[in-house]
């Protein structure tokens, strides 16, 4: 069974930068199949999508609010997955979450996904 662990949340200030790791977990992974991604959730919102990445090809997807600011990679060696944020913002502020799930389609959907970190807080102030 997959298991995911964040860790790299943490209070900045506007504009600044914050490094989110995810440990994957788990001899089931299937680095041919499985997709990552990041999701976030403000207090008193809805989970919404941040980034994802294509195990096998590396092919990645964002948010449009995040595009040029936030950027997903991978490590094949350690099997984690980094989602590098730059030019923080106060809208940025939430708990994020790690998800891996297998055959996705709808990169950003999170019912597509079926395994989930426990969350790591970001606070950005201004």
């Known amino acids: 069974q997959v298991q995911l662990v964040e860790s790299g949340g943490g209070l900045v200030q506007v504009g600044g930068s914050l490094r989110l790791n995810c440990e994957v977990f788990g001899r089931t992974f299937n680095r041919y199949r499985n997709t990552v991604g990041w999701f976030r959730q403000a207090l008193g919102k809805e989970r919404e999508f941040v980034a994802a990445?294509?195990?096998?090809?590396?092919?990645?997807t964002y948010l449009d609010s995040v595009k040029g600011r936030f950027t997903i990679s991978r490590d094949n060696a350690k099997l984690t997955v980094d989602l590098q944020m730059k030019s923080l913002k106060p809208e940025d502020t939430a708990v994020y979450f790690c998800?891996?799930?297998?055959?996705?389609?709808?990169?950003?959907?999170?019912?597509?996904?079926?395994?989930w970190g426990q969350g790591t807080q970001v606070t950005v102030s201004s």
């Open positions: 990445i294509k195990w096998d090809s590396g092919a990645t």
């Open positions: 998800a891996t799930g297998r055959n996705i389609i709808s990169t950003m959907a999170a019912s597509e996904y079926d395994v």
